[in-house]
């Protein structure tokens, strides 16, 4: 498929609707990327893996300069590619507002995950509620540009007022079936978070 602007006038209500589920699909996958770095009380890479390391003068993801694992719930392992950067990575993680202690064996980086107290628990939550919210703007704002582009096509007489009205509420079956989909994503992370 061509790529197209997402105004492009000629195009069909078809088309546009394939776009907008397309931009609402990125919008979910991007707040699942999002909350991975919430911290919860077990230990996953996705907490650090994009930690930025000062590697050889440029500020660098974690991710692209180790192999990044969690052996228990309550330790993340770093093995860089190269153990010259070893001092590097701890520094990085050490200044990283996650609040970490690494340690350092000379070959690998281990990091503590300490047990979220309960206070801490319900800062994450209402961060989460935060993050959720955005991501609903997300999908309302793509929405909106695709009701637009419809209203502009009906009244270019490039689709009939009925086409626009079925169209219209494709869309609006679309945007719902995303926000369940991130109202779940939320419960789940919700319940990680607070599980001990």
Do not use: C
């Amino acid at each position: 498929m061509t790529s197209k602007r997402d105004d492009a006038v000629g195009t069909t209500p078809e088309e546009i609707l394939t776009e907008v589920s397309r931009r609402m699909d990125r919008s979910i996958e991007a707040l699942r990327e999002d909350l991975g770095s919430l911290r919860t009380g077990r230990a996953t890479p996705s907490l650090v893996e994009n930690v930025m390391i000062e590697y050889y003068g440029s500020l660098t993801p974690l991710k692209q300069i180790a192999s990044i694992s969690a052996p228990d719930p309550r330790a993340i392992m770093v093995q860089p590619w190269d153990k010259q950067s070893l001092r590097d990575i701890e520094r990085g993680l050490s200044k990283s507002d996650m609040g970490f202690n690494p340690s350092n064996d000379g070959n690998n980086i281990t990091i503590p995950i300490p047990a979220l107290t309960t206070e801490r628990r319900q800062e994450l939550v209402k961060l989460l509620k935060q993050k959720l919210e955005d991501g609903k703007v997300s999908i309302r704002n793509v929405r909106r540009d695709g009701l637009e582009t419809l209203r502009k096509m009906e009244r270019d007489k490039a689709i009939s007022q009925d086409q626009n009205r079925r169209s219209q509420e494709q869309l609006q079956k679309t945007t719902d079936g995303h926000t369940k989909t991130i109202d779940e994503v939320g419960i789940a992370k919700e319940s990680e978070i607070m599980q001990v």
